[in-house]
């Protein structure tokens, strides 16, 4: 089982099902930086990462960010492929020139967020519209 880390709240997934660099999880609740991370795949639910640097294309892909507190995060450029980010709290995030294929929005709150050539294609926007936009 994954093992808590204080300041992140993470749900525990069996170590098998795991992909994401342990440290790179704990650069980033440590210094709450972690730019060009691999976080392929990490279940960060519920985690609350004020104003995080993600920055420098982070690979986010295919992980779990449901109602996370990633408000004014800089996750510019970061690959957001399959990423799931139900009810997460994008306020203030810089998602510029992210890719968002197969990404989850349902419910995230983006008010104040900026989006700047952001690849849309197969994305669920916080509405439950699907945008197609750049497929």
Known sequence: ?????????????????????????AQLRDTGRCEECDLTKADLRWAAVYAA??????NLVDGVLDRSDLSGANLYGANLEGTSLRNANLTGADLSWSVMIGTDLTGADLTGAKLTGIV??????????????QC
């Open 1 to 25: 089982m994954k093992p808590f880390l204080p300041g992140l709240a993470f749900a525990l997934v069996p170590a098998a099902l795991a992909a994401w660099d342990e440290s790179a999880v």
């Open 120 to 133: 849309f294609c197969d994305t669920i926007m916080p509405d439950g519209n699907r945008n197609d936009a």
């Open 53 to 58: 640097e993600l920055g420098g294309a982070p």
